[in-house]
C-alpha cells in the first residue's frame, strides 16, 4: 500500500508542478512521474512526494498528548495539506533555478531544497502548537 500511495503522491506533486511552472511559461510533459521537457528530465520520486513529512508531522503532533485530540486531528490533516501545497511550489523553484543557473540550481536542490524542508515543518509544528496550547 506504501508503494501505492508514494506513487500516488509523486503523481500529484508532479502534474501539480507541471501545472505551477505553466504559470511561468516553462513547459513539461509528464511521463510517468517524471517532468519532461526539450532541455531537462526530473524525477519525481519518493523523497520529493513529501511522506517524510508528512510523516514527522503526524508523529510531533500526535506525540503533543498536552493538546486535545480534536486538534491534534485538525493540526495532522492541515499539515497534510500545507506540505501538498508548499511541496510543489518548492520543487517549481528549484526547476527554474536549474534553468536559470545550473550551479545555483544545484545548491538550491542539495541544500536549499532539504533545509527549507525542516523549517517548514519545524515553524508549522511550532505555529500549530503554540495556537493550540492557548485556547
Given at each position: 500500500m506504501l508503494s501505492h500511495l508514494n506513487l500516488s503522491l509523486a503523481g500529484f506533486v508532479a502534474s501539480t508542478t507541471k501545472?505551477?511552472?505553466?504559470l511561468f511559461g516553462t513547459h513539461f510533459e509528464i511521463i510517468?512521474?517524471?517532468?519532461?521537457?526539450?532541455?531537462?528530465?526530473?524525477?519525481?520520486?519518493?523523497l520529493c512526494t513529501g511522506i517524510t513529512e508528512m510523516a514527522v508531522i503526524f508523529?510531533?503532533?500526535m506525540a503533543s498528548y498536552d493538546v486535545n485530540i480534536k486538534k491534534r486531528i485538525y493540526g495532522v490533516l492541515f499539515g497534510f495539506l500545507m506540505i501538498l501545497l508548499v511541496n510543489p511550489i518548492r520543487i517549481s523553484a528549484t526547476i527554474i533555478a536549474f534553468q536559470k543557473n545550473e550551479i545555483f540550481g544545484a545548491i538550491m536542490h542539495d541544500l536549499l531544497f532539504r533545509?527549507?524542508?525542516?523549517?517548514?515543518?519545524?515553524v508549522y509544528y511550532m505555529v500549530w502548537y503554540n495556537v493550540s496550547v492557548k485556547k
Amino acid at each position: 500500500m506504501l508503494s501505492h500511495l508514494n506513487l500516488s503522491l509523486a503523481g500529484f506533486v508532479a502534474s501539480t508542478t507541471k501545472n505551477i511552472l505553466s504559470l511561468f511559461g516553462t513547459h513539461f510533459e509528464i511521463i510517468g512521474t517524471n517532468l519532461v521537457n526539450n532541455s531537462m528530465d526530473v524525477e519525481v520520486n519518493e523523497l520529493c512526494t513529501g511522506i517524510t513529512e508528512m510523516a514527522v508531522i503526524f508523529a510531533a503532533i500526535m506525540a503533543s498528548y498536552d493538546v486535545n485530540i480534536k486538534k491534534r486531528i485538525y493540526g495532522v490533516l492541515f499539515g497534510f495539506l500545507m506540505i501538498l501545497l508548499v511541496n510543489p511550489i518548492r520543487i517549481s523553484a528549484t526547476i527554474i533555478a536549474f534553468q536559470k543557473n545550473e550551479i545555483f540550481g544545484a545548491i538550491m536542490h542539495d541544500l536549499l531544497f532539504r533545509l527549507s524542508l525542516i523549517i517548514i515543518v519545524l515553524v508549522y509544528y511550532m505555529v500549530w502548537y503554540n495556537v493550540s496550547v492557548k485556547k
